[in-house]
C-alpha cells in the first residue's frame, strides 16, 4: 500500500511542476505573436483596413496584471477547464480545437504503436531464439529502418502508393471528398478512416519497429542463458512453451517499461508525419502554435501531452509492479 | 490446460475483430466515391485557396483571416476592379458612381432587385450600414447618407479619388438586419453568412467547408452546384492531390509546371503581381547608416545584378521583368513616363557600375574593393532563413557584387528577427517583396511605400499600414503624391507620376530584381469559363478576394 501512496504523491508533485513551468516557458519566449500575425497577412497581399486592425488589436491583447496574478488565473482556469482561445484559430476556444483532435491521435499514433510494439516483441523473441542462425541477418535491416528519418519515409511513401501508384489516399485522416458534413458513425465511414490511417501508421510502424526489436532480441539472449530455461528444457517441456511462457514473458520486462513511456508520447503525435499527411491531430496543433506564437494553444497542448506522460507512467508502474513481484517486494 | 483454453478463445477474438474491420474498409474502399456519386450528380468544384487544417468556421468579413469564400463569394463589393489588366471597374451590387470636382463625396447608383440568401431585399440602407458600421468605418469617410431608394452619397473629409478601390471595390455589403445586432463585430465568427453573392454557406467540418449555388443570384444562378473548399497543410500535398485528379484550381509556386500540365487536364496561367526588391535604408537624415545610403553605391548595384539569372536561378524562369517605375509592365503601360527606362536592365554591366562609383570619387582599393575617404564600400544583405527563393537572390546579388568591388555580406535570419529589422530600419539592405496595388494604377506603392508619410525614423517602429521601409524620404515626390490624390484627371496624375518616378528611377530607395510570378492551376478539361491569357476577365488565384467570386459564377461543367 504504501509502494501506491509513495507514487501517487510523487506523480502529483510531479504535475503540479509541469503546470508551473507550462505557464512560465511560452512566457519567456523571443517574439511578438501579433507582428507575425500582421506579417503573414501582409505576405499574402491582403490590405489591412481600420476594421482589421481593430480586431487584431482586440485578439493579441495585452494582459498587464503582474506574473503572480496572471499565475493563479491560470491554474483556476485550468481546473475550471478553461484553456483559452486560440489566435491562430481564432475564435474557436483551446478545449474544442483539442477535443477534436485527440481522438485522431491517441486512434493513429496509439494503434500504429501498439502495432509495432507487438511487431517488435514477436520479431525479437523469434530472433534471439533462433540465435546464431541466418536470422539474425533481420537486426540491421531493421535497424536500418530505424535510422531513417520519419519525414523522408513519409514523402517516399506518399509519392509512391499515393501518387504513383494511386493505391492510398494524399492526405486527410477520412474521405474529406465524400463527407462534406463531417465524420458520422457508420460503417463507410470507419472503412474510410482506416483506409485513410494506413500510410501514416505504415509510417510509424516501419519506423520505430526497429528499436523494440533489437532490445527484445538483446534481453531474450540474454534470458536464454538463465538457468531455469536450463531447467525447463531437461525437464522436456516443448520448446515453444519454454520460448512463450518463460522466455519472451522475462525478457519482455523492460520492454514494457519502455513501452510505457512511449506510450505517454504518442499523445504529442508526430508532428511532421501529421503535418505531411495533414493527418487533424494533436502534433499538427502544436506545430502550427509555435509556428505562430499561439502561446494559449502551446500551453494547452502543453499541458495536455505533459499529462498524458504522467498518466502513462503511473500507470505504467503500477502495471509493472503488478506483473513484477520483485519491484514491490524491495520498495 | 486453461490458460491454452484462454488463449484459443483470445485469438478467435482477435481473428473476429480483424475481420470484421477488413471487411468493414473493403465495403468502403469499394464505396470510396468521387465527388459524381451518381450519373445524375454534378460535379463539384474541388478547390484550395491556402487555408491548412483544422478549417475554422469563420465568415465575418470584419475578421482579420476569415474563410476565402466570405470575400467574393458570399459578400460582394459594389465594384469589381480587376488587377489583371487595365480597365473600368465592372458594376456588381453598384450600376454607377460619379465622383465630385474636388474629391470629396461620390455618389453612387444601387442595383435595384438583388435579395439576401434570407430573402429579404437588398436595400440602400445595407450600402449605408456596409460603410458607416463601426468595424467598417474608415478615418476618411465623413458619412455615408441615403439620398433615395437607389442612391447613396458617401463624403469624405479629404480628397479620396485614390481610395477609390477601397471603398467601391474592397468594401463589402452586409445585411443591416443581421449584423446590427452584432456586439462585437470584429470577433463574431458569423458561421451562417447571409449574402448577396453567387453562393451560399452549406456545411463547416475540420477538414472542409462547401458552398452551394445561390439559385436567385442577382446575374443568374451559376452553373456549378457545388463548390468544396480543403483544408490542406502542405504545398506538397496540394501539389500531389492536383497530379491525382483531385484539386481543380489552386494556386501556388511551382518551378516545374509541365509537370502538372502535362497530362492534359490541367492548365496553368501565370499573371504576375507583385515585385521582389532589395529593399535598402536609403535616407542618411532619417539615421540611416552605411555605404546604402550613398545614391552612386545604389545605382551601382542596381546596374550590378544579372536580373536573367536570378529569375532563372532562383524563380524558374517563372518571374516577369520589373521596372523602376513599379508599374506592371503591360497593365500599367500608360501611366510610365517616357523620360525613364521603362525596364530595369536584364543583364549585369559591371563596366557601367564602375563608372557610376568612379564618377562619384569612389577607388578600387588593394583587395578590390571600393573605398572613398577611408571608408570601405561593405554591405550586410538580409534574407529569411528557409525562403529558398529569396536566398538564392540574395548569394546571387552578393556574389555579382563581390565579383566588382563591392563586399556584400549575405546574412540569413529568422522571419521574427527580419520583421523587427525592416520595421525598426535597422538594416542595410534586404530582399522583400512589394505589395501590387488592388487596381491598375501603381500609385499605392508610392504613397506608401515610399512617401514621408508613411515612414518613421530608424529606430522608431513603423506603425502597421507604413510600408515605407526603405526610409525613402524626398520633398518632390511628396508634394507629387499629394498632387496626384487631389485630382481624378489622368493627365494631371501621369505629370505627377512623371516627376516620381524620375526621382525614384535615379535614387533607387527600392532595388527592383523581378516581377514575382502567380501561377494558378485550373481543370480546363472538366471546367470551362476560366479567365485566359486572351480573355483575362479576372485575376485568377483561388485565394484572390472579390475576383474568386468572379470567376466562380462565370465557371460552367464542360460538355462532355
Known amino acids: 500500500m504504501r509502494f501506491f501512496a509513495r507514487r501517487i504523491t510523487f506523480y502529483l508533485i510531479t504535475l503540479w511542476a509541469a503546470i508551473s513551468l507550462n505557464f512560465a516557458i511560452p512566457k519567456m519566449m523571443p517574439g511578438d505573436p501579433k507582428q507575425l500575425f500582421m506579417e503573414k497577412l501582409m505576405r499574402k497581399g491582403i490590405e489591412i483596413t481600420p476594421g482589421m ?122 474521405d474529406i471528398f465524400s463527407y462534406d458534413y463531417g465524420p458520422e458513425w457508420s460503417w463507410s465511414f ?140 524491495n520498495a | 490446460m486453461i490458460r491454452s483454453v484462454a488463449r484459443k478463445r483470445l485469438l478467435t477474438a482477435v481473428a473476429l475483430v480483424t475481420g470484421v474491420t477488413m471487411f468493414a474498409a473493403g465495403c468502403s474502399s469499394s464505396g470510396d466515391p468521387k465527388d459524381d456519386g451518381g450519373s445524375g450528380e454534378a460535379r463539384v468544384l474541388n478547390v484550395w485557396a491556402g487555408t491548412q487544417t483544422p478549417v475554422v468556421a469563420n465568415f465575418n468579413p470584419y475578421a482579420p483571416n476569415p474563410l476565402h469564400a466570405a470575400n467574393g463569394a458570399i459578400y460582394e463589393p459594389l465594384f469589381y476592379y480587376n488587377k489583371a489588366k487595365a480597365g473600368a471597374p465592372e458594376p456588381r451590387l453598384g450600376e454607377e458612381f460619379t465622383w465630385a470636382e474636388d474629391g470629396l463625396s461620390l455618389t453612387v447608383t444601387i442595383r435595384e432587385g438583388v435579395t439576401w440568401t434570407d430573402g429579404k431585399p437588398f436595400t440602400v440602407e445595407d450600402v449605408v450600414f456596409s460603410y458607416s458600421n463601426d468595424a467598417a468605418k474608415s478615418p476618411f469617410l465623413e458619412s455615408a447618407e441615403k439620398v433615395d431608394d437607389k442612391t447613396v452619397k458617401l463624403t469624405f473629409n479629404s480628397p479620396q479619388f485614390t481610395g477609390e478601390v477601397q471603398f467601391l471595390g474592397t468594401t463589402l455589403m452586409v445585411p443591416e438586419h443581421i449584423w446590427k445586432d452584432v456586439a462585437d463585430k470584429a470577433t463574431w465568427a458569423n458561421e451562417a453568412p447571409v449574402g448577396t453573392g453567387p453562393f451560399t454557406f452549406d456545411a463547416v467540418t475540420d477538414a472542409s467547408y462547401t458552398v452551394v449555388a445561390n439559385e436567385d443570384y ?72 552605411g555605404p546604402q545610403t550613398d545614391i552612386a553605391v545604389r545605382q551601382a548595384l542596381d546596374l550590378l545584378v544579372d536580373r536573367t539569372e536570378i529569375n532563372e536561378k532562383a524563380f524558374a524562369g517563372q518571374a516577369a521583368p520589373a521596372s523602376p517605375t513599379f508599374a506592371l509592365l503591360g497593365r500599367d503601360d500608360r501611366w510610365i513616363s517616357p523620360d525613364v527606362e521603362a525596364e530595369s536592365p536584364q543583364t549585369a554591366d559591371p563596366a557601367a557600375a564602375a563608372k557610376v562609383l568612379e564618377g562619384a570619387g569612389y577607388t578600387k582599393g588593394a583587395d578590390g574593393i571600393y573605398e572613398k575617404a577611408g571608408q570601405k564600400v561593405e554591405l550586410t544583405l538580409i534574407t529569411v532563413a528557409g525562403w529558398t527563393d529569396y536566398n538564392t537572390v540574395g548569394d546571387l546579388v552578393a556574389s555579382a557584387a563581390g565579383d566588382a568591388g563591392i563586399k556584400v555580406t549575405h546574412e540569413q535570419v529568422t522571419q521574427q528577427e527580419m520583421s523587427d529589422m525592416r520595421v525598426a530600419g535597422s538594416f542595410q539592405l534586404m530582399v522583400g517583396g512589394i505589395t501590387g496595388p488592388s487596381l491598375d494604377d501603381p500609385f499605392q506603392i508610392y504613397r506608401q511605400w515610399l512617401s514621408t508619410d508613411y515612414t518613421q525614423a530608424v529606430g522608431t517602429a513603423l506603425e502597421s499600414g507604413d510600408f515605407n521601409f526603405a526610409r525613402y524620404s524626398n520633398p518632390v515626390l511628396d508634394a507629387a503624391v499629394a498632387e496626384a490624390a487631389a485630382t481624378n484627371d489622368e493627365d494631371a496624375k501621369k505629370a505627377a507620376y512623371a516627376t516620381i518616378q524620375t526621382e525614384i528611377a535615379r535614387d533607387l530607395p527600392y532595388i527592383p530584381i523581378v516581377v514575382n510570378a502567380s501561377q494558378t492551376f485550373m481543370d480546363t478539361k472538366d471546367f470551362a469559363g476560366w479567365p485566359t491569357e486572351d480573355n483575362l476577365y479576372a485575376f485568377p488565384p483561388s485565394w484572390s478576394t472579390v475576383s474568386l467570386g468572379v470567376v466562380l459564377s462565370k465557371l460552367e461543367p464542360a460538355a462532355s
Open chain 1, 53 to 174: 486592425q481593430k480586431s487584431i488589436d482586440l485578439l493579441f491583447g495585452e494582459d498587464d496584471s503582474s506574473l503572480w496574478d496572471q499565475y493563479v488565473s491560470y491554474l483556476n482556469n485550468i481546473f475550471h477547464g478553461n484553456l483559452g482561445v486560440s489566435t491562430t484559430f481564432f475564435p474557436k476556444p483551446v478545449t474544442e480545437l483539442i477535443a477534436a483532435a485527440l481522438p485522431w491521435t491517441l486512434g493513429l499514433m496509439g494503434i500504429a504503436t501498439i502495432i509495432s510494439f507487438v511487431l517488435g516483441i514477436a520479431g525479437g523473441a523469434w530472433v534471439g531464439w533462433k540465435r546464431g542462425t541466418w536470422v539474425d541477418h533481420v537486426i540491421p535491416a531493421s535497424t536500418l529502418l530505424q535510422a531513417l528519418p520519419y519525414f523522408w519515409l513519409a514523402l517516399i511513401l506518399i509519392s509512391t502508393f499515393a501518387v504513383t501508384l494511386q493505391w492510398f489516399p494524399v492526405i486527410g485522416g477520412y
Open chain 1, 190 to 329: 470507419v472503412g474510410s478512416v482506416i483506409y485513410h490511417g494506413t500510410l501514416p501508421a505504415m509510417t510509424i510502424i516501419i519506423s520505430s519497429v526497429g528499436g523494440w526489436l533489437l532490445g527484445m532480441r538483446n534481453m531474450m539472449v540474454a534470458t536464454l542463458s538463465e538457468d531455469y530455461i536450463t531447467t525447463a528444457e531437461a525437464k522436456g517441456l516443448r520448446p515453444m512453451r519454454i520460448a512463450r511462457t518463460y522466455a519472451t514473458r522475462n525478457a519482455a520486462l523492460p520492454s514494457i517499461a519502455g513501452f510505457g513511456i512511449s506510450l505517454g508520447f504518442v499523445v504529442a503525435g508526430s508532428v511532421v508525419m501529421e503535418e505531411v499527411f495533414s493527418y487533424p491531430g494533436l502534433g499538427k496543433l502544436l506545430f502550427d502554435a509555435v509556428r505562430e506564437n499561439d502561446y494559449a494553444l502551446m500551453q494547452g497542448v502543453f499541458l495536455v501531452i505533459t499529462v498524458a506522460v504522467l498518466a502513462a507512467n503511473f500507470i505504467m508502474d503500477m502495471i509493472y509492479g503488478f506483473i513484477d513481484p520483485r519491484t514491490r517486494h
Open chain 2, 218 to 289: 442577382w446575374d443568374g444562378a451559376p452553373k456549378v452546384k457545388k463548390v468544396r473548399y480543403l483544408g490542406v497543410d502542405e504545398n506538397q500535398s496540394a501539389e500531389n492531390l492536383l497530379t491525382t485528379g483531385k484539386i481543380d484550381w489552386a494556386a501556388m509556386f511551382v518551378p516545374d509546371p509541365e509537370r502538372i500540365t502535362g497530362p492534359g487536364r490541367l492548365s496553368m496561367i501565370n499573371t504576375p503581381q507583385d515585385p521582389t526588391v532589395l529593399y535598402t535604408c536609403s535616407t542618411a537624415s532619417q539615421g540611416c547608416t
